[in-house]
């Protein structure tokens, strides 16, 4: 007689496992799908001898993490601020509220509620950003990879662009600028050598299929040494000169300069269009800290172009975007304020002496479910800005290395393993045989929900 078999008979009928008490409240909270489809699932466990634990608590495990959102929260101790994988700018708060705003009430996104008829949706933020940015004119795609696109396949399809060779730049995640322009319908013309390009080399390449004269940021990379770069204003001239325009990609646009608060200066969208840039395309959610969107400013006769442009309606952004967008830009409008009201300017300007107060607060819950197995240090560490903005700069950080002791890298997964499988996943770096946790994105208000559920850390 077989073990198996001699068991089946023991098992329950799905109803039965639907009247346990605790299955009934998993019922009340989740819906009679779920659960009788998490019942299911456990007892055809159970018939191949799977199953081990409870019955109810295995049903309401399974129910709880098939409810659980796939885009869960995670504590961001990477030292990157802006990191793509993770989502890029946390928006501020009056960002958020203008966003449920506009999700939860109809809104004004093409009507113009004074003249009582239809409007642009761009007109929500084109004004802010010609505010902010000195140009004529703006509008908003999906993000900047869409603003480039765009930008090339209006004005240069057919037609040849003609771009740096030391800015021919790969972006993380398939962004190439040769494969955007061969896509656009553009042709590439590269101009200079990968560390040097004079205004000569511009001035030679302009023929009769130019459409436009470009500069790329070198957005997550330095060309050092021995390098030239022509400068915008000069490139700007050169343009002019034919009748050409001249567009800048600035990748991550930041609209004040960040030497005010003591961070490396970044381009601004106003310094390109003060040199003589007729477009300048740049991110949302990079140093701009806002929602993710690509923003073109610059001549009203371009823009125009643009936005008659059939594939605009296929990037074009929606009214949460917008709404988030916005709110953020009236932000800059007072800059004095924007390191405590920005929250990627606030995570990015803290302070040494804040980082490190909190370090303080915090080794010792840490320690008393570590040691003595995983020993934790406060050390200094080096964060990042990220997504190719300031790709050389690195700010001083604080932050902890936990280093097993005994070594080899099974243990040093387990560690991983653990934070990553906290209620709110916990990431940080390894370097050098540690776990690092930088604490530069640990925002005040986070920091009580970050140590209470240090308890339930196993490893
Ligand atoms: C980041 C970046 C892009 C792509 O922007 P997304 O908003 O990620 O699409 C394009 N060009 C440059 C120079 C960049 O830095």
Redesign the pocket.
Known sequence: MNQPAAKLAQIPSVDRVLNLPEVRLLLEAHGHEPVTSAVRTVLAELRQGKATRPLAEAVSDRVRAQARPRLRRVFNLTGTVLH?NLGRAVLPREAVEAAVAAMTAPCALEYDVEAGGRGDRDDVVEGLLCELTGAEAATVVN????A?FLLLNTLAQRKEVIVSRGEL?E?G?A?RMPDIMARAGAKLVEIGTTNRTHLQDYESAIGKKTALLMK??C??YAVTGFTKAVAEMDIAEAAHAKQLPFAV????GTLVDLSRFGLPKEPTPADSIAAGADLVTF????LLGGP?A?ILVGKVELIRRIKKNPLKRALRVGKITLAALEAVLRLYRDPDRLPQRLTTLRLLTRSHADMSKQAERLVGRLRAVLEPEYPVEIVELMSQIG??SLPVERLPSVGFAIRPLLKGGARMKRLEAAFRSLPVPVLGYVRDGALHLDLRCLDAEDEKAFADQLKDLSC
């Open positions: 793509t993000n900047n990879a869409a480039v730049i972006i995640g962004f790329v940021h957005s997550n990609d600035l990748g991550s991110s949302g959610d990079k993710q690509g997504s190719g």
